[in-house]
Nanobody, 124 residues
């Protein structure tokens, strides 16, 4: 099983990026998926999660109104549209899939599978 994150890069403050996370090796169409990020010297933090059919989403307060998580189960892919980016959004962004039974999906230890991360750098 592999989660391949892509779409990161360098952008100026106020700009936008769209991250993608393509899964292979198994389908996650029935699983919660999420995005996390980790800045240098900091712990990995929750960004957003999405239910199996995309009908329910949940965001960290720091990104609410700026970021949008979505998914395409036909492509086994989850996305993170990031608008109005700020320098404090600079981090390595990780996608995650499948929560342990009964977990909501807003903590790193809720997830079974992880991608390798993609760097997002926002310049001021």
């Amino acid at each position: 099983v592999q989660l391949q994150a892509s779409g990161g890069g360098l952008v100026q403050a106020g700009g936008s990026l769209r991250l993608s996370c393509a899964a292979s090796g198994r389908t996650f169409s029935n699983d919660i998926m999420g995005w996390f990020r980790q800045a240098p010297g900091k712990e990995r933090e929750f960004v957003a999660r999405i239910s199996w059919n995309g009908g329910s989403t949940y965001y960290a307060e720091s990104v609410k109104g700026r970021f949008t998580i979505s998914r395409d189960n036909a492509k086994n892919t989850v996305y993170l549209q990031m608008n109005s980016l700020k320098p404090e959004d600079t981090a390595v962004y990780y996608c995650a899939a499948k929560v342990v039974a009964g977990s909501f999906g807003n903590r790193a230890n809720h997830y079974v599978y992880w991608g390798q991360g993609t760097q997002v750098t926002v310049s001021s």
